[in-house]
């Protein structure tokens, strides 16, 4: 798979002061392309836990560095969970997973329709 990062991890979120929310998706269980492709990995997601903020994006999985340019743009644009949760992420592609691990903050995306990021 493909290793891609942008942003703070937790640790260096944690140093810089930041109170922080993580959500951890797993790409093979969650994410319908992957699920197609029988492919695993993770998508992580470190926020700031008062303004939810998106301070960082880490990605294991195939199609990671293709994913983390959108992560770019979001962190670039100080984008929160919430401008996430209210963005299109195309059905049946490996950048759905940055929608779907957005969701993990607020529930449990198992529990979700094939459909309904």
């Known amino acids: ?16 002061g ?3 929310r993580i959500a951890v ?4 269980e969650a994410v319908p392309r992957a699920i197609v492709n029988g ?8 926020a700031d836990a008062q303004s939810g903020r998106l301070l960082g ?14 992560a770019t743009l979001a962190l670039k644009f100080h984008l929160t969970v919430t401008n996430l949760l209210e963005t ?15 969701q993990t903050f607020e529930r449990d995306v198992a529990e979700l329709s094939c459909c309904a990021s």
């Open 39 to 46: 492919t695993a990995g993770i998508i992580k997601l470190v």
């Open 88 to 102: 299109f992420f195309p059905y049946l592609t490996m950048v759905e997973g940055i929608k779907l691990a957005a």
């Open 25 to 28: 998706l797993p790409v093979g």
């Open 1 to 16: 798979p493909q290793v891609a990062s942008v942003g703070l991890t937790e640790a260096q979120a944690r140093e810089r």
């Open 57 to 70: 994006v880490h990605a294991v999985a195939d199609a990671a560095g293709e994913l983390i340019g959108a």
């Open 18 to 20: 930041y109170t922080i």
